[in-house]
T-cell receptor
């Protein structure tokens, strides 16, 4: 059983701070890693994906992958109240079909 | 935005009735998925398809069936709905199994 674990939160950060969201996974054969953002009552939307060890930056978002330690993280710099949402981590392994974590709720307070 | 349309968007029905949800895509993506999302459980995969007439079960497939007769349409059927199937259902598509997914707007299904 492939597992993807996320702290459910809520993670509360002040506006302008860095929010750090973490995800661990059990399948060492995992190759593709995704972060989705889901606002309350809405569908998930892709914000980042990463395939190689290291960092990948896109605007205020940075995805970090460490395959040896089996974790992937998402950093949000200069957090804004509009970043308040649930963040879902998804991992795709040898079977290719992604497994989703249960999500971390992020609250950015003014 | 990826061209994915789910219908209906909302449905209320009674226990024991059949229900069919439709997902239609205009992206010509090979993979299509059905998920349900419930509080405390996150997204759970019901069934997925990797081509016309090619489908496979996910982790919560009991009580559900699917069909894909055309690339653009993926149907989810509850043969005899139960109250435990009250949920929000999302359809998603991707070019390949290990590629990012794009989600439809969801169907809120209530079974009384």
């Amino acid at each position: 059983q492939k597992e993807v674990e996320q702290n459910s939160g809520p993670l509360s950060v002040p506006e302008g701070a860095i929010a750090s969201l973490n995800c661990t996974y059990s399948d060492r054969g995992s190759q593709s890693f995704f972060w989705y953002r889901q606002y309350s009552g809405k569908s998930p939307e892709l914000i980042m994906f990463i395939y190689s060890n290291g960092d990948k930056e896109d605007g205020r978002f940075t995805a970090q992958l460490n395959k040896a330690s089996q974790y992937v993280s998402l950093l949000i710099r200069d957090s804004q109240p509009s970043d308040s949402a649930t963040y879902l981590c998804a991992v795709s392994g040898g079977s290719y079909i992604p497994t989703f974590g249960r999500g971390t709720s992020l609250i950015v307070h003014p | 935005d990826a061209g994915i349309t789910q219908s209906p968007r909302h449905k209320v029905t009674e226990t024991g009735t059949p229900v069919t949800l439709r997902c239609h895509q205009t992206e010509n993506h090979r993979y299509m998925y059905w998920y349900r999302q419930d509080p405390g459980h996150g997204l759970r995969l019901i069934h997925y398809s990797y081509g016309v007439k090619d489908t496979d079960k996910g982790e919560v497939s009991d009580g559900y069936s699917v069909s894909r007769s055309k690339t653009e349409d993926f149907l989810l059927t509850l043969e005899s709905a139960t109250s435990s199937q009250t949920s929000v259902y999302f359809c998603a598509i991707s070019e390949a199994g290990d590629q990012p997914q794009h989600f439809g707007d969801g169907t809120r299904l209530s079974i009384l």
